[in-house]
């Protein structure tokens, strides 16, 4: 997983949750994990105290191999957000993840247009650095042959 430069997209401040926390600390570390129940042995997300399947609180983390599927997504021509009115058109998307959670996210690396991007395409996490010290996963198709 590489590093994505800062792009159009502004970010917001993050405030995460405790629950929330050893996500952020991973993706400063350009990681990508994800909570995972011991008792039942399946991941989820997002990131809370108890697993919600069983709710089982024997909850640890795990690192994900960063690959997926394209969901599904949205091209965003307009946004009254502060700060993306100028960043449009971009993606946003849901990522099913190889382990089963769905995230929600940006697409980069590839145009804005339907004609280029699909649901079911294969994707692969990468971080865009943020001026806080922070990291962003975002994500991107698999360039061929990988």
């Known amino acids: 997983m590489s590093a994505v430069g800062p792009g159009a ?12 926390a050893p996500f952020w600390d991973a993706c400063r570390r350009h990681q990508l994990v994800l909570p995972y129940c011991t008792a039942c042995q399946r991941f989820f997300f997002y990131p809370r105290a108890c697993c919600p399947g069983c ?6 983390w795990r690192e994900s191999a960063g690959r997926g599927e394209l969901y599904t997504f949205c091209i965003q021509h307009q946004s009254r957000l502060p700060g993306f009115a100028g960043a449009t058109p971009f993606v946003t998307a849901i990522v ?14 590839v145009p804005p247009d339907p004609a280029l991007i699909r649901c079911g395409m294969p994707v ?3 971080f865009r650095d ?10 991107r198709p698999v360039p061929p042959n990988s």
Do not use: I
């Open 9 to 20: 997209l502004p970010v917001p401040p993050l405030s995460p949750s405790p629950e929330a």
């Open 130 to 139: 943020l001026p806080d010290g922070n990291a962003l996963p975002v994500f």
């Open 96 to 109: 099913e993840l190889a382990e089963g959670p769905r995230l929600m996210t940006f697409l980069t690396g």
């Open 55 to 60: 709710g089982a609180r024997d909850v640890s």
């Open 124 to 126: 692969e996490a990468v």
